[in-house]
């Protein structure tokens, strides 16, 4: 089944054309990889599908669920937001809220959408704390985020973006303000719960490794556009586009000899 | 002859002070005890995980910051402890390059002013056409030279950055994660030009960065840090081949390889627990709170660097290769 | 903390003590003679020398000064004998003028200073900050530029031609309001709205503008901050979304800037109590100033000092309060 | 005494442009509110500069008493409405003296603008340097100039400064205004140049100047301080509205310039009795001194959204 | 005589008993201390809290300068050639606590005068009384023993020379009994214990100060104080011009207040061209000149004709302007103003510029002069200021204007070394008369270093010697005119340009009824006289 259908989808801020008429879908369960290099429109595309851009111009079309969100009114698309579609950004600290305890943000986000006392709050808060790997979840969810490091923060957003269990999580850069072994652990942490859950996940990154990991799908993407998208095994060892040839190449390996130089665009 | 640099047990401590009252409340170590040496000629990488004191390391050997310990020798001198007006000749040899293109430049100076300033500062004059050489060394337009930081992409901004470093001719430059902020196109691009830069003008690097693949692309030889420490050092290919350090083992593990019938076959060695803060290390071992290894012994005892097989060298009481052990696996 | 707090007070002090210096150097050091103008229009030689004397002028300036500071803390005896004057704790010295105890005039008029204050305070509070969350909630809207228009109208005004303008307008041509005069809130609380009201615009206008500008800048700061795009990616209403997770970083700014401007006037406006002949601090210091009262005008100088230096104080802790990252230490 | 962190600002932002002289008009330009704004000071800097010419013409000096122009059984009041506005006196007469009000309008904008200007000059000058020296140097140069901003910034300053000019021996009250309003207004400058400092000096290319051998004073003065000419015009041209307004209270409380030298505040301050018999006498001087302010805050406003 | 009694009432009659009267005052009282009480304002209200031997009849016009009798049945009898004057006390005078007033108590206060630490009275006690050069005041534990109190209602006063207004002497503050057991040294000036019609129930300096009826005061043996409303609330150091708008507005609390300074200039064209005001609007006449004192001993002052220049040049219409026209007073001429007996019709120098400037040449000063003039650093001060510059820079003479704090002001002219060329000076003798007004201001032998009032700095032997004579004469006419003929004399040598004989004119509430300005307090209303016409 489809769950997520991106048609055509054009933003532009002013004159410039951030995203330029860029489709794909998503079946419900699968990884979507969206890569490409600094702006190139993947967080534009992550938050117009969340309904989240300012001061911009949108067309095109985004299903979700059968509703079409840019045209659907504003109420209906946040009712969706956090609870069916949600999102994970990619620097933990400066999107948590300084002034509140983490336990208090994730309880907002669930009383966002249920109806539940205070109580019950915060034993589910509790619970998905624990569930995300964080020890004395208890006492932890009293601290600040300040108080947390990158990668327990990290785990944070995981715990509020899961807490309802949406069907779709748009994971924008999830990885990259963090260490590669932290990055390995909140990857395996994204992967058990999305087969737990059986959460769809968009997955925005410029780290093509991590795609080759995560993803069923890949889309590559440049200026805007798709150059290329398709299954990940087919699209890594025959890319059909010579920019994704080039990208890949540029990437030093350490799985192969070491050439004199490596291929630059 | 002399190795080009050598760092003796080099220590950098931060007094931690309250936000409010400003008042010390601790000591943050952010570099404990380095020792390293950079041969004429080499390149020596330096890897490891974010605030693990790379820079600090980076700055200390480029005296930016006075160390709170050790020694450091440059070109056969002790610079350890010299004053501004003695280092400002030593410094045509030690130059450095920064992780942040545009922060590295000075928003409110033409390329021009950015490149002879190495020469004003040295009490120098640029001679004609060498600014302009220089910049087409590294692959930039001498019409480029009248124009401000912000007019150029990252790329190129980073290319004037190691103009600017080269000016001089130094012998050692010291690259702190000079390719970390750029996109990998990008990267690969500078790294090749490091490399060309290197033979054409003899020069010896130390290149940090937290990204493996980029550090074995140029370097000979590799240092891996851990917590303000040097926990393994090895050649390149004896890093790569037979990782001694269970940290170092792990860091490989963690390095994603775009390829994904490699990438999904590999075991995934997840480390547990975060990086330990540096105001507040772990006794013994600093890498025993997330080692799969750890014994008593390592929350005692702090293991030396030493030698092993012949110039790898690994402080670990359990090296992963027995070869390396001193006293065989637990 | 604790520990940090009695270091603030004591750096408090000794700011007020350097302050209480300079002032005393100004006056004790300039050419006029103080003894000459608390001897007024029958003087004679040997009524200066009594009046030094009884002051103890003719100590040396830096016993007199210390002996000045000790009379703060343990009060202290004028003169000698029959004559003698007791000064007790804190005194602030005599008023030349009226030879009553600084410390008493400055407590006489206190409830004045701080009626115009506190109800300026609130006045310029409800009308900046307002103005300013609709502005940056609008911004670029007509209701934006209209108000940051006016806020820097307000910022621009003269206090004394706001306060003549409304002075005029209100109470000479339209006849709504009475003279202002200062009445007890307690004797008569309608007599003291109605006093009380010109002064509290006149400021409020001034400083409304301010809060505006201020609020708006922050807010829109906030309101790009991405913790407010992770509150609208949970689904939280946007009502929810700007007054919890925007307005509260807001507010600590707000808070900082509200406490010392508060504390500022608390110490006498004296441009506001003079135009309106309002018998607060800050008319106290202008007639002291204009009679050169010295001790008159020590004593204020202190005393707003102390007000501008404790607001300081308070609001260095309050911003801890307010800001978990400061109450609890950085990572 | 704050806390740092109301002085550690953001840095200036990698000024995305260079503001050159060129640049910055075409700022003001694009900002209608701020080309009002300019012409205005730009029309009151002619005036004053132009004060002894503008007298000539109009034949009236602006110490010269006009009996006939007021009605002394009527206490002075100036004859005809209107605060006495005639051909001859287009901006009416003072009251009591006849005095041309227009005449001491312009010669007054001399003192208000040339005092204002010298004294942000003087402040401009100290908090730079001062905060720069802070910002940079840190330690105990950041804890002395701290201290001493804490101390100025604590100081009731109007009650200070007019206590100082009330004592202030026989001399150049011009030159004591300066002093003083350069004295009191610097800290405000040199926080925010602090702050600034401090930011940039934690800049990679403060550090590559390091590397390359640039000397501290270089490093301050050539790398640093052309960074902050886009802020530091901001605060100054944004703390000129603040010194003529405060030049202005002043003389309206009696410390100011020595008369019979016009100033503004000086003429508010003799129109307070005034006010309901002749409003057109405390309205002029207030009106010019309310475009005087506003129009230097706008374009400082405007600069303020450029740096 | 015992004629002064009956008061005029020029503001109706029917004044009712009872109500709150406010008096809203621009000043400060400085003190109420009586043996301090020495400016006219504080007289003024001191008036209505102590009695003294004698006071001034309360009467509009120069009849309120009469000397009647107070606590005392007459105005003195002088024996000894006017070197003893014994007054005796009414019976049935009583202080705040009932107790009765005795020639004791008078006799204390009058003492306290001498004690240094209370230095701002008069120095008449000092100056006649036999002993008064040593005796250091009661604190320091002595009386005066020239000061007899033969039984409680008689008091004698013996005195080193022949004083014939004696009589008159006493009707200042000074003159005002104390309990000995109320003695509070300087803070005494607080809470003066009270013999007149109302005592002190709250003093808020620089604020305000509440009288209340004090019940002991026996109407029928005051016979110039009617002691009215019930309470005298006296709200001190307002914004002159808000009183006049309050006054102007007349709102509320506002019809039972009179204003305590004159109207200012700005509020004289509001009051004149509205008749419902102008009936409100009192007038009073004062005894205080005004004039420009000319530092004699200073350069190029020392030249008669420069001084006579001077006279010439000044514009004292402008002057008179600026202190608000007319009604600020008239213009004077000559030294002694109408309301002091010996004034002569005379004006020797009507303005001239023209004949200044050749003065001036003749003098050797045809380019002109420069001179300093020191004034109150007040907004009236600021503005005479620059209406002398302006009329003087007619004639070539160029001023430069030295603004002194006003409290500093008094003590800075009088201090030698301190005073500049030029001085806005004036003077209010303390009763209607010469005799405490010209000899204060012009003999040569009272020129001291600090204090000093003769500002002209003007010594002439002639004229001082014609001072000890009129000072001998007993026959009060006689000495009036003679103190009139040297008046002229002492104008030819222009040591000071007099130019406004004050008058004042201030508004009272539309519910006051008897106010009228009285002489002797510079035409100030006399408080001891208005009441409420209906007391709300
Ligand atoms: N609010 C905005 N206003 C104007 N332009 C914007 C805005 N947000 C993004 N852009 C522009 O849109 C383009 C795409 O930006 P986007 O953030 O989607 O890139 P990205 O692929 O996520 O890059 P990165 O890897 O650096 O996060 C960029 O050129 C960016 O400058
Ligand atoms: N000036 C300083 N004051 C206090 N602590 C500092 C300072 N500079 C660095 N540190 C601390 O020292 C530790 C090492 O920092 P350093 O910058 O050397 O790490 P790094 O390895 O370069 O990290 P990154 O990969 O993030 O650049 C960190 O914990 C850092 O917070
Ligand atoms: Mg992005
Ligand atoms: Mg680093
Ligand atoms: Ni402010």
């Known amino acids: 089944m489809t769950l997520l259908d991106v048609r055509n989808l054009t933003v532009s801020f002013g004159d410039t054309r951030a995203v330029d008429g ?57 009712r969706l937001r956090g609870d069916r579609l949600a999102m994970i950004f990619q620097d933990p600290l400066s999107s948590l809220n300084p002034y509140y305890p983490v336990g208090f943000q994730i309880a907002e986000a669930y009383r966002a959408h249920r109806r539940t006392s205070r109580k019950q709050a915060r034993a589910i808060v509790v619970r998905m704390l624990e569930r995300v790997g964080i020890p004395e979840a208890e006492r932890r969810a009293r601290d600040y985020p300040h108080q947390f490091s990158g990668g327990m923060r990290q785990r944070v957003m995981i715990a509020m973006a899961l807490c309802l269990e949406p069907e779709l999580i748009i994971a924008d850069e999830p990885t990259t303000a963090l260490d590669v072994t932290v990055q390995a652990q909140i990857l395996a942490l994204l992967d058990t719960l999305r087969e737990e859950y059986g959460t769809a996940v968009l997955l925005i990154t410029h780290d093509l490794g991590v795609v080759a990991g995560t993803a069923d799908e890949v889309v590559v993407m440049y200026g805007g556009r798709a150059v290329e998208r398709g299954e990940v095994h087919a699209l890594f060892e025959d890319p059909r586009e010579p920019y994704t040839r080039r990208l890949l190449a540029a990437v030093p390996r350490i799985d192969r000899p070491v050439p004199d130089r490596l291929e630059t665009l | 002859m002399t190795p080009l640099l050598e760092a003796e047990s080099l220590v950098k401590r931060f007094p931690v002070r309250h936000p409010l009252t400003r008042r010390v409340t601790g000591h943050l170590t952010a570099v404990d005890g380095v020792s390293l040496t950079v041969r004429r000629g080499e390149t020596l990488g330096l890897v490891g995980e974010s605030g693990c004191g790379k820079s600090s ?274 | 903390m604790i520990v940090y707090l009695l270091k603030r007070l004591g750096a408090a002090a000794a700011i007020l003590l350097v302050i209480c210096a300079l002032t005393f150097a100004v006056f004790y050091i300039a050419p006029d003679d103080p003894a000459q103008k608390a001897c007024g229009k029958a003087c004679s030689p040997e009524r200066i020398e009594q009046i030094r004397g009884q002051l103890g002028l003719d100590a040396p300036i830096p016993e007199q000064f210390a002996v000045y500071v000790r009379g703060i803390f343990a009060g202290r005896t004028y003169g000698t004998g029959p004559t003698a004057v007791e000064c007790p704790f804190p005194c602030l010295g005599f008023s030349f003028q ?129 913790f407010v795009r992770t509150a609208r990616a949970k689904g939280l209403p946007e009502r929810t979304v700007v007054r919890r997770h925007a307005l509260r970083p807001t507010l600590t700014p707000i808070v900082t800037v509200f406490g010392m401007d508060l504390g500022a006037l608390l110490g006498g406006a004296l441009i506001t109590e003079s135009v309106f002949g309002l018998p607060g601090v800050g008319k106290l210091a202008a007639d002291a100033i204009n009679s050169s009262d010295q001790p008159v005008i020590l004593g204020v100088t202190l005393f707003a000092a102390t007000f501008i230096v404790f607001a300081n104080v308070i609001v260095d802790l309050l911003y801890a309060v307010l800001d978990p990252r400061i109450r609890l230490g950085a990572a | 005494m704050t806390l740092a962190q109301l002085a550690e600002a953001p840095a200036a932002p990698p000024a995305t442009a260079g503001s050159s002289a060129r640049q910055l008009a075409r700022r003001i330009l694009s900002d209608r509110a701020a080309t009002a704004g300019a012409t205005v000071i730009a029309l009151l800097v002619l005036m004053a500069v132009g004060a002894p010419l503008i007298t000539a013409i109009t034949g009236q000096s602006p110490n010269e008493f006009h009996p006939e122009a007021i009605d002394p059984a009527l206490g002075g009041l100036p004859k005809g409405s209107w605060g006495g506005i005639s051909a001859e006196h287009p901006l009416g007469v003072e009251p009591t003296t006849g005095r041309d009000v227009l005449a001491r309008v312009v010669w007054g904008a001399r003192v208000s603008l040339l005092i204002s200007l010298l004294a942000t000059l003087l402040s401009t000058a100290l908090g730079t340097v001062l905060g720069l020296v802070a910002g940079f140097r840190g330690g105990w140069a950041d804890m002395v100039i701290g201290r001493l901003m804490d101390l100025l910034m604590s100081f009731p300053s109007l009650i200070f400064m007019i206590a100082l000019m009330s004592v202030a021996p026989d001399g150049d009250r011009e030159l004591m205004l300066v002093a003083v309003l350069g004295l009191f207004g610097w800290p405000y400058i040199g926080r925010i140049v602090r702050g600034q400092a401090m930011a940039l000096a934690g800049r990679e290319f403060v550090e590559a100047a390091r590397v390359l051998g640039a000397s501290r004073r270089t490093i301050l003065f050539r790398e640093i301080l052309p960074n902050l000419t886009g802020p530091i015009l901001v605060v100054a041209t944004l703390s000129i509205p603040g010194y003529i307004a405060t030049e202005a209270g002043l003389s309206f409380l009696g410390v100011g310039v020595r008369p019979p030298t016009p100033s503004w505040g000086q003429m508010i301050a003799s129109a307070v009795p005034w006010y309901a018999a002749d409003p057109v006498y405390f309205l002029v001087p207030g009106l010019f001194l309310l475009a005087t302010v506003l129009a230097f805050n706008l374009v400082g406003d405007a600069l303020g959204d450029f740096r | 005589g015992q004629g002064g009694g009956t008061t005029a009432a020029p503001q109706g009659t029917a004044s009712a008993k009872g109500g709150v009267l406010h008096v809203l005052a621009s000043i400060d009282l400085e003190h109420l201390d009586p043996a301090r009480n020495y400016v006219t304002s504080s007289m003024d209200v001191g008036r209505l809290i102590y009695r003294t031997l004698t006071t001034n009849a309360a009467a509009p016009g120069p009849a309120g300068g009469e000397i009647v009798p107070d606590l005392a049945t007459d105005l003195g009898t002088p024996t000894d050639g006017a070197r003893t004057w014994t007054f005796t006390l009414k019976e049935g005078v009583k202080f705040e606590d009932g107790r009765p007033i005795t020639s004791k108590d008078v006799k204390y206060g009058v003492e306290r005068t001498f004690a240094p630490e209370f230095p701002e009275g008069p120095p008449y006690a000092r100056m006649w009384l036999r002993g008064g050069d040593t005796y250091k005041g009661p604190l320091a534990g002595e009386d005066l023993k020239a000061i007899e109190t033969p039984d409680d209602r008689t008091i004698v006063f013996r005195l080193n020379r022949p004083v014939a207004d004696f009589g008159s002497a006493v009707s200042m503050p000074f003159f005002s009994p104390v309990p000995k057991d109320k003695e509070a040294g300087v803070a005494y000036d607080n809470r003066p214990f009270s013999s007149g019609p109302y005592k002190i129930e709250k003093f808020e300096p620089k604020k305000r100060i509440e009288l209340v009826r004090n019940e002991h005061w026996n109407r029928a043996t005051d016979t110039v104080r009617k002691g009215l409303p019930d309470r005298v609330v006296i709200d001190l150091n307002l914004d002159p011009a808000v009183i006049d708008q309050r006054m102007i507005a007349g709102q509320g609390e506002d019809a039972n207040a009179v204003q305590f300074e004159p109207i200012g200039a700005a509020s004289v064209a509001q009051v004149l061209t509205n008749p419902a005001l102008k009936e409100r609007l009192v007038t009073g006449e004062s005894i205080n000149t005004r004039f420009l004192s000319l530092n004699t001993s200073r350069k190029p002052l020392d030249q008669v004709k420069v001084r006579q220049a001077i006279a010439y040049a000044l514009d004292k219409e402008a002057l ?217």
């Open chain 3, 98 to 226: 009226t030879n009553v105890p600084v410390q008493e005039l400055l407590v006489s008029r206190l409830p004045v200073s701080a009626s115009i204050a506190i109800g300026a305070a609130a006045l310029w509070l409800l009308v900046g900050v307002g103005a300013g969350v609709v502005a940056a909630l609008r911004k670029g809207s007509w209701w934006d530029r209209t108000a940051m228009g006016a806020a820097l109208g307000g910022i621009s005004l003269p206090i004394y031609l706001t306060a003549l303008v409304l002075q005029y307008v209100l109470v000479v041509v339209l006849e709504v309001l009475p003279y202002p005069r200062a009445v007890g809130l307690l004797e008569d609380p309608g007599g003291w709205f109605a006093s009380m009201l010109m002064p509290w615009i006149a400021l409020a206008a001034l400083y409304a503008g301010m809060y505006a500008r201020l609020t708006r800048t922050e807010l829109i700061g906030a309101l790009n901050q991405n």
């Open chain 1, 22 to 78: 860029l489709s794909f879908s998503l079946e419900s369960g699968r990884v979507l990889g969206l890569v490409g290099e600094s702006g190139c429109g993947k967080s534009v595309t992550s938050l117009a599908v969340m309904g989240l851009l300012n001061g911009a111009t949108t067309s095109g079309e985004v299903w979700f669920d059968g509703h079409e969100l840019l045209t659907s009114d504003r109420r209906a698309v946040r």
């Open chain 5, 320 to 536: 008179r302007t600026v202190r608000g026209g007319p009604i600020a007073g008239d213009i004077a001429t000559t030294l002694l103003p109408p309301a002091i007996p010996g004034h002569r019709k005379e004006d020797p120098y009507p303005v001239d510029v023209a004949k200044a400037k050749a003065l001036l040449a003749e003098a050797g000063f045809a380019s002109g002069i420069d001179l300093t003039l020191d004034t109150p650093a007040t907004p009236s001060g600021k503005a005479q200021g620059e209406a002398i510059q302006a009329s003087l820079g007619r004639a070539g003479i160029r001023v430069k204007i030295n603004e002194i704090s006003s409290s500093a002001f008094w003590s800075t002219v009088g201090n030698t070394s301190q005073q500049h060329d030029l001085v806005i000076d004036g003077w209010t003798p303390d009763w209607t008369g010469a005799s405490t007004y010209l000899p204060n201001i012009l003999d040569g032998r009272f020129i001291v270093k600090q204090g000093n009032q003769n500002r002209a700095r003007y010594d002439s032997a002639e004229v001082n010697k014609r001072f000890d004579e009129i000072a001998a004469m007993t026959d009060a006419a006689a000495a009036a005119t003679a103190y009139g003929e040297l008046a002229t004399r002492i104008m030819k040598d222009a040591p000071v340009v007099p130019f406004l004989w004050d008058k004042s004119a201030f508004l009272t509430g539309s519910n006051v009824t008897g106010a009228y300005g009285h002489v002797a307090f510079v035409g100030r209303v006399d408080l001891a006289t208005v009441g409420l016409k209906s007391a709300r």
């Open chain 2, 57 to 330: 390391t980076a700055r200390l050997i480029t005296r930016l910051a006075e160390p709170t310990g050790g020694t450091i020798r440059f070109d056969g001198r002790d610079i350890t402890t010299m004053g501004e007006a003695a280092l400002r000749p030593v410094r045509r040899d030690l130059q450095m390059i920064f992780q942040d293109p545009f922060s590295s430049l000075n928003p409110r100076m033409t390329i021009e002013a950015i490149l002879s300033a190495p020469f004003r500062y040295q009490g120098l004059k640029p001679e004609p056409g060498q600014i302009a050489e220089l910049l087409r060394r590294v692959g930039l337009r001498p019409e480029h030279a009248e124009r401000l930081p912000h007019q150029f992409s990252g790329g190129q901004a980073q290319r004037i950055g190691i103009a600017r470093a080269l000016a001089l001719h130094p012998k050692l430059v010291v690259c702190d994660e000079p390719v970390s902020a750029l996109d990998v196109s990008v990267q690969a691009q500078i790294l090749n030009l490091l490399r060309d830069l290197q033979e054409e003008f003899e020069l010896s690097y130390v290149f940090i960065a937290h990204d493996l693949g980029a550090v074995r692309q140029v370097c000979g030889r590799i240092a891996v840090m851990y917590l303000g420490t040097i926990v393994e050092i090895a050649d390149r290919d004896e890093l790569f081949a037979r990782p001694a350090h269970p940290y170092t083992a792990a860091l490989l593990a963690a390095v994603p390889i775009p390829d994904p019938r490699i990438e999904r076959a590999r075991p995934r060695v997840v480390l547990s627990g975060d990086l330990p803060s540096p105001a507040n290390p772990p006794s013994g071992c600093p890498f025993r709170t997330r080692c799969p290894r750890a014994a008593e012994r390592c929350a005692l005892e702090r293991p030396a660097l030493a030698e092993g097989a012949p110039g790898h060298r690994v402080a670990c009481h359990f090296p992963l290769d027995t070869s390396l052990s001193r006293e065989g696996a637990p």
